[in-house]
T-cell receptor, first 109, second 114 residues
């Protein structure tokens, strides 16, 4: 089966930086995704990594190391609206997405 | 970006009834859609892969007779929860792949079975 681990909760101050780590063990690998999900809503796409390295998109960056089965999502210049759950998802050899349990980020003023 | 809609957004039903949830891709065609369910503060769990014009592929542990999936066209997939019971209460989300790098999700359907 798939095993995807990420911290349950993180708290940070407005304007700060937060790094959410994700480790995975899956049967096959065809990319790693990060999604943002607000309570009661569907996930929205943030980033996609398939090769090792850092992908930067504005205030959000995502890093991948395939050899270590490790990724992180970096949120810079935190805003109150960034308070949400962040889901790490890995696409396996069958192109199916397996999700981590999500990390709830709380941004405080 | 691509838009995926779901209907209804919220449904409350009595135990023993069947509930149909629709998933539509509004501005693109989707040969493959996915159905997930999510319990409070838990991860999304893939239930099945819906393929246009053919039978759905169910994940291990998901009862195909309980959760009927029909992918009638390139823009519509439906999930019918048959003889619903309180333990079927959950947040059901569909998604469709636009490209190899992106999968767009519908807004979800909150099902409550009394």
């Amino acid at each position: 089966g798939q095993n995807i681990d990420q911290p349950t909760e993180m708290t940070a101050t407005e304007g700060a930086i937060v790094q959410i780590n994700c480790t995975y063990q899956t049967s096959g690998f065809n990319g790693l995704f990060w999604y943002q999900q607000h309570a009661g809503e569907a996930p929205t796409f943030l980033s996609y990594n398939v090769l090792d390295g850092l992908e930067e998109k504005g205030r959000f960056s995502s890093f991948l190391s395939r050899s270590k089965g490790y990724s992180y999502l970096l949120l810079k210049e935190l805003q109150m609206k960034d308070s949400a759950s962040y889901l790490c998802a890995v696409r396996d050899g069958d192109y199916k997405l397996s999700f981590g349990a999500g990390t709830t980020v709380t941004v405080r003023a | 970006g691509a838009v995926v809609s779901q209907h209804p957004s919220r449904v409350i039903c009595k135990s023993g009834t069947s509930v149909k949830i629709e998933c539509r891709s509004l501005d693109f065609q989707a040969t493959t859609m996915f159905w997930y369910r999510q319990f409070p503060k838990k991860s999304l769990m893939l239930m099945a892969t819906s393929n246009e014009g053919s039978k759905a592929t169910y994940e291990q542990g998901v009862e195909k007779d309980k959760f009927l999936i029909n992918h009638a066209s390139l823009t519509l997939s439906t999930l019918t929860v048959t003889s619903a019971h309180p333990e079927d209460s959950s947040f059901y989300i569909c998604s469709a792949s636009v490209s190899a790098t992106q999968q767009f999700f519908g807004p979800g359907t909150r099902l409550t079975v009394l």
